[in-house]
């Protein structure tokens, strides 16, 4: 549930530090590399009316959570905002090229170009690959003109009732779903060179970290597959005690 005491500290920071801060930078509902913590959207719709109220820009980090990853098209959704800037990238081209990008409302974009020679002078040589935007093009298509809500839908159902069975573990401090993101959270950290070996024998590639095994399994994962991933998952969990 969403407590507004839980953002005191942070309201005291941007009241104390406003006149020299410009912006606040935040991953949407879902903390990524962080720990994979996800978070009420009425903390990211409080956290845009404190950035408001002192006149900060708000920039959301959706490279993780964009397009579709967390049941919204992107997570910003769920808190019901738009923020001044947003960074997306890897599922912008469907992982089939490299391609990053940063997205700003109007007004950002016409202060960044008001000033001489009128165009922002900083980027990467290979800027606008036209071949890696072509991709984009052709990725979001491909989503946009899919069902995908009810795969989405069907992957958080199937990794919800699945993971459950982890809870009990021992070893096991939590189990979290949102959309198509599965996460449990051991106790001590996963020994990396056993896990990875484990699962490798299993036919499953994960990539876990410190505590946490987690699972963000493509939309056109079928039936079998997820259930093999997720089996994985609780038997590492599983072992995390012995």
């Known amino acids: 549930p969403f407590d507004p005491s839980h953002l005191d500290r942070t309201e005291a920071l941007l009241d104390a530090n406003a006149d020299w801060l410009a912006g606040v930078i935040v991953e949407p509902v879902v903390q990524g590399a962080g720990g994979m913590r996800f978070y009420h959207g009425e903390y990211l719709a409080a956290l845009k009316t404190l950035?408001?109220?002192?006149?900060?820009?708000?920039?959301?980090?959706?490279?993780a959570t964009g397009f579709g990853r967390t049941g919204k098209l992107f997570a910003c959704e769920w808190a019901g905002i738009s923020p001044d800037i947003m960074c997306v990238g890897k599922a912008l081209t469907g992982g089939s090229m490299t391609l990053?990008?940063?997205?700003?409302?109007?007004?950002?974009?016409?202060?960044?170009?008001?000033?001489?020679?009128?165009?922002?002078?900083?980027?990467?040589?290979?800027?606008?690959?036209?071949?890696?935007?072509?991709?984009?093009?052709?990725?979001?298509?491909?989503?946009?003109?899919?069902?995908?809500?009810?795969?989405?839908?069907?992957?958080?159902?199937?990794?919800?009732?699945?993971?459950?069975?982890?809870?009990?573990?021992?070893?096991?401090?939590?189990?979290?779903?949102?959309?198509?993101?599965?996460?449990?959270?051991?106790?001590?950290?996963?020994?990396?060179?056993?896990?990875?070996?484990?699962?490798l024998d299993l036919g499953v590639w994960l990539r876990p970290f410190g505590r946490l095994v987690y699972?963000?399994?493509?939309?056109?994962?079928?039936?079998?597959?997820?259930?093999?991933i997720v089996d994985a998952m609780i038997e590492l969990a599983r072992g995390a005690s012995d």
């Open 51 to 63: 950035c408001e109220k002192h006149g900060l820009l708000l920039i959301a980090d959706e490279i």
């Open 100 to 199: 990053a990008a940063a997205v700003a409302t109007a007004d950002v974009a016409d202060t960044v170009c008001s000033s001489e020679p009128g165009v922002f002078m900083h980027g990467p040589t290979f800027m606008g690959n036209p071949l890696a935007c072509a991709a984009a093009n052709a990725s979001i298509d491909v989503l946009t003109g899919s069902d995908w809500q009810c795969r989405v839908a069907n992957i958080e159902s199937t990794l919800r009732e699945g993971l459950e069975r982890a809870r009990a573990l021992p070893g096991v401090r939590d189990v979290r779903v949102l959309g198509a993101i599965g996460v449990v959270e051991l106790e001590a950290p996963v020994d990396m060179a056993r896990a990875t070996a484990r699962l």
């Open 215 to 228: 699972t963000m399994p493509p939309y056109i994962v079928d039936d079998a597959s997820l259930a093999r």
